[in-house]
């Protein structure tokens, strides 16, 4: 299971900015564990998504379980096959 979930929406307002939110629930831990875990996911965003991402749509990456251990090199290549999977759609 990855370390997160990527959900993107269409906006269908005609502007092609691409928008990014992220949010960890209280289930992953305390909130050191969480922001921990946003800090990497606005990492990853920031490194993938002006490439990959799709122009007029709202990204949102959800933290999950065991998301903060795993490598961040593991996290990008997961990301970049979900954005790759979500252009494909």
Same mark, same amino acid.
């Given at each position: 299971?990855?370390?997160?979930? %990527? &959900? ?8 092609? /900015? +691409?928008? +990014?939110?992220? /949010?960890? /629930? ?14 990497? &996911?606005?990492? %990853?965003?920031?490194?993938? &998504? ?9 990204? +949102? %990456? ?5 998301? +903060?251990?795993?490598?961040?090199? /593991?996290?990008?290549?997961? %990301?970049?096959?979900? &954005? ?6």
């Amino acid at each position: 299971m990855p370390g997160f979930v %990527l &959900l993107v929406r269409p906006r269908g307002d005609g502007d092609e /900015t +691409v928008r +990014v939110g992220f /949010t960890v /629930t209280k289930k992953i831990g305390n909130a050191v564990v969480r922001n921990r875990m946003k800090r990497r &996911l606005r990492a %990853l965003a920031r490194e993938l &998504l002006p490439a990959g991402g799709i122009g007029g749509a709202d990204h +949102v %990456l959800i933290g999950r379980q065991g998301g +903060v251990e795993r490598p961040y090199a /593991t996290l990008r290549d997961e %990301l970049a096959k979900a &954005l790759a999977k979500a252009q494909r759609r």
